[in-house]
């Protein structure tokens, strides 16, 4: 069974930037497509970016459109995602998010495993 393991959160100041990582186990990153979404309390969850399996497809949310960029290390089985000009409104629990599929296919759902989350906060 795929497992996902999100590291990277904390405490940050609004302008700052942060990178998260989505450490994949138990199954080939490299035949996986990914994404990265947020949930705020009290809040749907939003989603902020996904790459595909082979790295050449992104697509990105509204949220965070020209502040995050997604990548991926196949070798390493590492998916990130680089957050800059932290805003008040970022404030979540950060998950990734993973489904079998074809090397270039890119969606913004349909996920099959989901890991546990990390967090950021930002202050002002």
């Known amino acids: 069974q795929v497992q996902l393991v999100e590291s990277g959160g904390g405490l940050v100041q609004a302008g700052d930037s942060l990178r998260l990582s989505c450490v994949v186990s138990g199954g080939t990153s490299s035949n996986l497509r990914m994404g990265w979404f947020r949930q705020a309390p009290g809040k749907e969850r939003e989603f902020v970016a996904a790459?595909?399996?082979?790295?050449?497809?992104?697509i990105y949310g509204d949220g965070g459109k020209g502040r995050v960029t997604i990548s991926r290390d196949n070798a390493k089985n590492t998916v990130y995602i680089q957050m800059n000009g932290l805003r008040p409104e970022d404030p979540a629990g950060y998950y990734c998010a993973e489904k079998s599929s074809y090397p270039d296919y890119i969606s913004r759902g349909d996920f099959h495993y989901w890991g546990q989350g990390t967090q950021v906060t930002v202050s002002s």
């Open positions: 790459i595909s399996a082979s790295g050449r497809s992104t």
